[in-house]
């Protein structure tokens, strides 16, 4: 791939949308992102909200200007946790393979890396990939699929 992936950021968090807590997943993948050719469009910060998580995936996804946009929380056993329900909601065709990498590679560290309900999927040309919301579980799973990413988006963007 020639250009830059064009990235977005999706913090799901209810504390961090009150302000009661600095996001710091979020950075975090920022930060692990650029060990690979990519461009960060946006960051923000959503509520546990499956309409509203649903929403800003489809606007990033339809809007034509995001390659990937990662979500980091919401993938656990918490009754709030809903972004993999969200994620379903919006994505055409699930990357059952991407996630199973992310848990398989994670459990290697932490065996409650197979608690994490983390679904990845594709929307139009846009793969979507959410992450666990620990700055921690963030990076290694985001590490785990990294080398990856270039060519998985390169193939939704040349079809």
């Known amino acids: 791939m020639s250009r830059p ?3 977005v950021i999706l913090t799901i968090s209810d504390s961090a949308a009150r302000n009661e ?3 710091l997943s979020g950075p975090a993948v920022v930060t692990e992102l650029q060990d690979i050719n990519v461009e960060i469009l946006a960051t923000e910060i959503l ?4 309409v509203q ?3 800003r995936l489809r606007y990033y996804a339809d809007s034509g200007g995001a390659d990937l946009v990662v979500t980091t929380g ?3 056993f918490s009754p709030r946790d809903i972004t993999p329900e969200a994620t379903r909601d919006v994505i055409d065709r699930e990357a059952q393979g991407l996630a199973e990498l992310m848990r398989a590679e994670s459990v290697k560290i932490t065996p409650l890396a197979a608690l994490s309900r983390a679904v990845c999927g594709i929307r139009g040309k846009t793969l979507i990939v959410n992450l666990p919301g620990s700055v921690r579980g963030a990076r290694e799973n985001l590490v785990a699929i990294r080398r990856l990413l ?3 988006i390169s193939l939704l963007i040349e079809s």
């Open 5 to 7: 992936i064009r990235a």
């Open 21 to 23: 807590r600095e996001d």
């Open 47 to 50: 509520a546990d909200e499956r």
């Open 53 to 55: 998580i649903a929403q």
């Open 74 to 76: 919401g993938t656990g």
């Open 150 to 152: 270039p060519h998985a």
